[in-house]
């Protein structure tokens, strides 16, 4: 493919923001990551991809895989909204959807700071500022997943994404026993 990604990997960027939330977890209340707050983290570790991407890529709606939800302003907006419903659901862990979506900005933003091509940060200000759109995929966000390569970045950031998941593990995989109780819920159901 013709497009060279200077942003983070869907699976680098859910790597990053648990070692960023686990590390606040721990150092604020001594423990562990927690269930379901580990469910929003990755959530919000997708959710400027999750929204942007389809839309822009897909759709044609956006002018960019990076622009909407991955600009400071709109999606600061965005992040209070999921809050909002995150309260109203009464679920813990909207820390870990805030630290996971703006993990996922600093993750898209590293790059072009380390290498000092700062008008590569424009969506960080759009729609305030323009965007250079000229070497965005033309196929579908599935589609260009599907046909990633093996490249120097997507092979650190899955060795990146390796140790994280190690790193998950020795924090007692958050989630693996809520989501195996519901399935062996559901499936150990009697028939109605």
Do not use: C
Request: aromatic share 14%.
């Amino acid at each position: 493919m013709a497009f060279e990604s200077t942003a983070m990997w869907p699976w680098g960027h859910l790597a990053f923001a648990y070692v960023l939330y686990s590390s606040f977890f721990r150092l604020r209340y001594r423990l562990p990551p927690t269930w379901p707050a580990v469910a929003l983290l990755a959530l919000g570790s997708q959710a400027p991809d999750l929204i942007d991407k389809p839309l822009a890529w897909t759709l044609s709606l956006l002018p960019s895989g990076r622009s909407f939800a991955h600009s400071l302003v709109l999606g600061t907006i965005i992040v209070v909204i999921a809050v909002a419903v995150i309260r109203r659901l009464d679920l813990p862990g909207e820390k870990a959807f805030v630290i996971g979506y703006y993990s996922h900005l600093v993750g898209d933003s590293y790059r072009p700071v380390l290498t000092g091509k700062f008008h590569e940060l424009a969506f960080l200000l759009w729609p305030f500022t323009s965007l250079n759109t000229g070497d965005e995929p033309t196929v579908g966000i599935v589609h260009y997943l599907l046909h990633v390569q093996l490249d120097g970045q997507v092979v650190m950031e899955l060795g990146f994404a390796g140790v994280v998941v190690l790193w998950w593990v020795l924090d007692g995989a958050p989630g693996v026993t809520a989501v195996w109780n519901a399935m062996r819920r559901r499936i150990t159901r009697p028939a109605s």
